[in-house]
């Protein structure tokens, strides 16, 4: 199975982790913005960090599959 996450969608869960984080995490109101402001300007799409994150989730997608793959050959009938 080859699964690949494109640039926008990673940015898309990003943002709602990243709200998610700094609403429940007790934040103060300036970390809240700061960290806010850390995912629109540094992991914005098309920037050098973004393409990073996609590239690093695809790979470890990619790496999952293919462990989850292999131990499925390996695994024994009588073992369901």
């Given at each position: 199975m080859d699964v690949t996450f494109k640039d926008d969608e990673?940015?898309?869960a990003l943002t709602l982790l990243v709200n998610r984080i700094a609403d429940e995490?007790?934040?103060s109101d300036k970390d809240r913005a700061m960290l806010k402001r850390w995912r629109s300007s540094e992991?914005?799409?098309g920037s050098d960090d973004m393409?990073?994150?996609v590239?690093?989730?695809n790979e470890d997608l990619?790496?999952?599959n293919?462990?989850?793959e292999r131990s499925q050959l390996r695994?024994?009938?009588w073992r369901d």
């Open positions: 990673l940015a898309d995490a007790g934040l992991m914005k799409l393409d990073d994150l590239r690093k989730v990619q790496r999952v293919q462990r989850r695994k024994p009938d």
